[in-house]
């Protein structure tokens, strides 16, 4: 079985990487988090007494702990999920952005190409560094235009875009120069349990629960391409697997919503599940001041990964929004602990001066 370095898989799509991992026995996990405010190692609980699962806590930019890392437990991959996610908290405060993003990608590339290059050159073959990115690379589209392809030019519109396309320019380098055996994916907007609610679903079902508004920035029109996180899981492992070296595969849901659209969806779905008996959900929804350069449109054409590969996602929007709005409803405990004092002061500070 393969072992793996994962790194930020205390975060969303990491962790349930992970624990895809481990219950397919994908791999031996070592995942390396520095444990940010949008970890919870509540979601990997029941890897507790897992003896093929290690938890380190550390920054991808801790150049002597990877090294020791990969000295010790000797990876045949690193899958860096590792980052700085969200669009909004890069508007108000990018420095930290760019240190994890650029900075500490920059530093586990290098601290990876020493450990690869001292490999056998059967181990060198087999080795992979795959990084995990982002849509958001190519900027905005119009209703019209065609979706991104992987060879599409990049041109990212926010402090977060522009830190992964950044990231991705060193990963590309690297290949390139020294040869390490990268691969790249670039996804779309992932949905599914275990999200942080700083993000649109999440924040929207449990926003809806407490009774509060529902924020839709602008006229609620911008179209996000939803990927159901396990989907995207499998096309990870599959790109690990079989992906050629030094190549980018873009990762899609096939399934483009507006924003407005999607969190009409929730409501219906919670006036279901959980009904208030004098309001429906959708009363609560609330326009409220866009985020500036708000992109308008992301879309992804998968048909390089569909056609070398053989990848589609298997999750549909209504069966995998209804499974994650009953995630959420059946696992108070992991809800209640993210909604720390930490959490509340950043919806102060995001939505506090958004009201139109
Ligand atoms: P997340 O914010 O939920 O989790 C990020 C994790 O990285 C956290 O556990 C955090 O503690 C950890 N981390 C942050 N800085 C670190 C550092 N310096 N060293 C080690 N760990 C660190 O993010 P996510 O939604 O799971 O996204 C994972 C990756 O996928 C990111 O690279 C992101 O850019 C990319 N991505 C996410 C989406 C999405 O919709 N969520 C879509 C496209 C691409
Ligand atoms: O496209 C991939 C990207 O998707 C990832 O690279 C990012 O890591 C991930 O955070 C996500 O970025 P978005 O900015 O698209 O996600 P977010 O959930 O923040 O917003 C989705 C859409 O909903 C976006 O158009 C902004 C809008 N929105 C968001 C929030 C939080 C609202 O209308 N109201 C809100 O309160």
């Not at 993003?101 to 080795?127: C, D, H, I, M, P």
């Not at 992979?128 to 119009?142: A, C, K």
């Not at 179209?223 to 690990?240: G, K, M």
Request: glycine share 6%.
């Amino acid at each position: 079985m393969l072992t793996i370095l994962v790194t930020g898989g205390a975060g969303f799509i990491g962790a349930n990487f992970i624990l895809l991992a481990r219950q397919a026995q994908w791999a031996n996990v070592i995942n390396l988090d520095k444990l940010t405010y949008a970890s919870n190692l509540q979601t990997l609980a029941e890897l507790h007494s897992d003896p093929n699962y290690n938890f380190v806590q550390g920054d991808i930019g801790n150049t002597e702990l990877v090294t020791y890392l990969l000295k010790q437990y000797q990876p045949d991959a690193i899958i860096n999920f590792a980052a700085e996610s969200h669009v909004d908290r890069s508007i108000l405060s990018p420095r930290d952005f760019i240190e994890t993003n650029v900075v500490g990608t920059f530093q586990l590339l290098e601290a990876s190409r020493l450990y690869w290059q001292q490999l056998s050159s059967s181990k060198q073959q087999q080795f992979r560094f795959l990084h995990v990115s982002t849509d958001e690379v190519y900027g905005s589209l119009n209703s019209q235009d065609p979706a991104f392809r992987e060879d599409t030019p990049y041109a990212p519109n926010s402090p977060y875009a522009a830190s992964k396309a950044a990231s991705d320019h060193f990963v590309r380098a690297y290949y390139h120069t020294y040869g390490l055996p990268t691969l790249t994916t670039n996804c779309s907007n992932n949905y599914g349990p275990r999200q942080f609610p700083e993000k649109l679903i999440p924040l929207t079902i449990l926003n809806a629960l407490d009774g509060k508004s529902l924020p839709i920035y602008g006229d609620g029109q911008n179209i996000r391409d939803w990927l159901y996180v396990t989907d995207h899981c499998e096309a990870i492992y599959l790109v690990l697997q079989q992906g050629k070296i030094g190549e980018t595969y873009n990762i899609g849901g096939l399934n483009e919503q507006a924003n407005l659209t999607v969190v009409e969806k929730i409501c219906a779905m919670l006036d279901d599940l959980a009904p208030k008996s004098d309001y429906h959900y959708s009363s609560l929804i609330t326009f409220v001041k866009d985020r500036p350069g708000h992109d308008r449109r992301y879309a992804i054409n998968c048909n390089k990964i569909n056609h070398e590969l053989g990848w589609q996602p298997q999750e549909n929007f209504d069966s995998g929004l209804l499974k994650t709005v009953q995630w959420y409803l059946g696992n108070s405990d992991w809800v209640n602990q993210v909604r720390s004092g930490a959490y509340k002061t950043w919806l102060k500070q995001n939505y506090e001066n958004r009201k139109v």
